[in-house]
């Protein structure tokens, strides 16, 4: 890749501004323009390419690897168009669609919109090397040291965790960086995990050509952070799609042989091979090289913060996105940027929706979408609830969208104040559902109002009117 530093900044070199934001994700992208755009001078140091996990091997290349399967398998609920469906996915076409949504891994096309915001951006290691300071070591070995005027701002993000399982290091297993830049599709793909991540890709990969793939999850259930339906509707669905799932199911040791097979061995002695292995357990928080120390911080886990995301004890040291280990998706973080953004340029802010309101979408067929707190977690709080459940394809706009439109849609309300606490959606393609929702949890909006919001027929949010009906309204 070209260099597109701007400015380059010799070894000793120093640039004074007025933030520093280290760390180019989402989260730190927008905090950077957010910050420019109300004309304060911005630095953001980023040591891979602008746009972060997010763009380049998370959500946008999964989401374009997934999407042709999930085209295919709407149309063939749908009779008289189910049999135009003939022939298979066009791999090659699917690969260079997912290529191209990731700019071919360059990301000039970034990089306008942050210098339309004054934004300078510096390629290199960023770290705190003391108050309102920021050392940066560029690619070449040469260092530069950035100083803040009003402040720093951490937006380094995640990383994969890799489980301590003997023998996993030797078997060169996929993360998802390596699974959604592959150019290849495996015959046989173990997943290991069957969270968000591991569920997706085990899908995506059956859909795209792995004649066996075997699931791994050594919980109860799929999307175990979820309503316990979405993870049996989910298991359910995969059964029918030849997608093997073992829940309760702990790896305790993997090895690849001289023919590139690979073997996991499981706690209860089973062994399941494959050709290719994926780890997707969970991430953590990438703050293990970021100069914590130098600032009496703890290097390795999240960075805690106050809802301005402002570093305790400090006026001038602010932790967003992944980082902070509050929430780990995508939209949060940029919503954290724009807080922190505002509270640096002295517009008051503060973070509401990670308490409580956050939303998220697993993208398989059925999809898995919620927001807010689940049944169990809403006990867990003390809140007294009531909770309804309908079939999703209950509604005709449902039936109006093919055969076995199958899920659940479910409500936990909070019983003293007739409010919603908590929603999850599962169905073919019900992710739109989901804002709605959010907006009615946000808003702390009334059951009785909720009542007088009229979905349109013949549509799936009908869906809505069956809840509130079941409910008593």
Not at 401 to 413: C, M, W
Request: with cysteine.
């Amino acid at each position: 890749m070209t260099d597109r530093t701007a400015p380059v900044l010799d070894g000793d070199s120093e640039l004074d501004v007025d933030v520093v934001v280290v760390g180019g994700g989402p989260a730190g992208e927008n905090a950077a323009g957010r910050c420019g755009q109300a004309g304060l001078r911005v630095a953001l140091v980023e040591r891979e390419l602008i746009g972060g996990e997010c763009s380049y091997w998370g959500c946008m290349p999964s989401k374009v690897l997934i999407r042709p399967g999930d085209v295919l398998a709407a149309v063939r609920r749908v009779p008289g168009a189910a049999d135009a469906v003939t022939g298979e996915l066009a791999l090659a076409a699917v690969l260079a669609r997912r290529d191209a949504a990731t700019g071919h891994w360059d990301d000039s096309g970034q990089l306008p919109w942050l210098a339309e915001r004054g934004v300078t951006v510096l390629r290199g290691h960023g770290r705190v090397a003391g108050e309102r300071t920021v050392s940066v070591e560029y690619a070449d070995g040469t260092t530069g040291t950035v100083r803040a005027a009003k402040a720093v701002v951490l937006a380094t993000g995640t990383r994969p965790v890799v489980p301590p399982i003997d023998g996993l290091d030797g078997a060169d297993p996929w993360d998802n960086r390596t699974a959604t830049a592959t150019k290849e599709i495996p015959a046989r793909l173990l997943v290991v995990g069957g969270g968000a991540i591991g569920a997706e890709l085990a899908q995506a990969f059956r859909r795209l050509g792995s004649a066996e793939v075997t699931v791994l999850e050594g919980g109860e259930r799929l999307v175990t952070r979820e309503e316990p339906f979405a993870g049996a509707e989910l298991a359910a669905a995969f059964a029918a799609e030849g997608i093997s799932v073992r829940t309760g199911a702990r790896v305790v040791a993997v090895r690849r042989a001289g023919d590139g097979a690979v073997t996991a061995t499981l706690a209860d002695g089973d062994t399941v091979t494959g050709d290719q292995i994926l780890v997707a357990v969970g991430r953590r928080p990438a703050t293990g090289d970021l100069g914590l120390d130098a600032v009496g911080l703890t290097p390795g886990g999240p960075v805690e913060v106050d809802d301005e995301l402002r570093v305790a004890g400090t006026d001038w040291l602010y932790a967003i996105g992944d980082c902070n280990g509050r929430s780990l998706l995508t939209h949060m973080g940029k919503y954290q940027a724009r807080i922190a953004a505002d509270v640096i340029g002295g517009r008051p802010a503060r973070d509401r929706a990670d308490h409580g309101i956050v939303p998220r979408v697993t993208f398989t067929d059925p999809q898995v979408c919620a927001v807010g707190l689940t049944e169990e977690a809403a006990r867990a709080g003390g809140h007294e609830v009531r909770c309804v459940e309908v079939p999703t394809g209950s509604v005709a706009g449902a039936w109006v969208q093919g055969e076995g439109f199958a899920g659940t849609s479910k409500l936990v309300v909070d019983e003293r104040r007739r409010v919603l606490l908590g929603a999850t959606f599962t169905g073919p393609g019900v992710q739109e559902l989901l804002h709605s929702a959010t907006v009615a949890i946000a808003g702390e909006v009334p059951l009785e109002t909720l009542w007088h919001a009229v979905p349109s027929f013949p549509t799936v949010s009908e869906v809505w009117l069956r809840l509130l009906e079941e409910y008593g309204l």
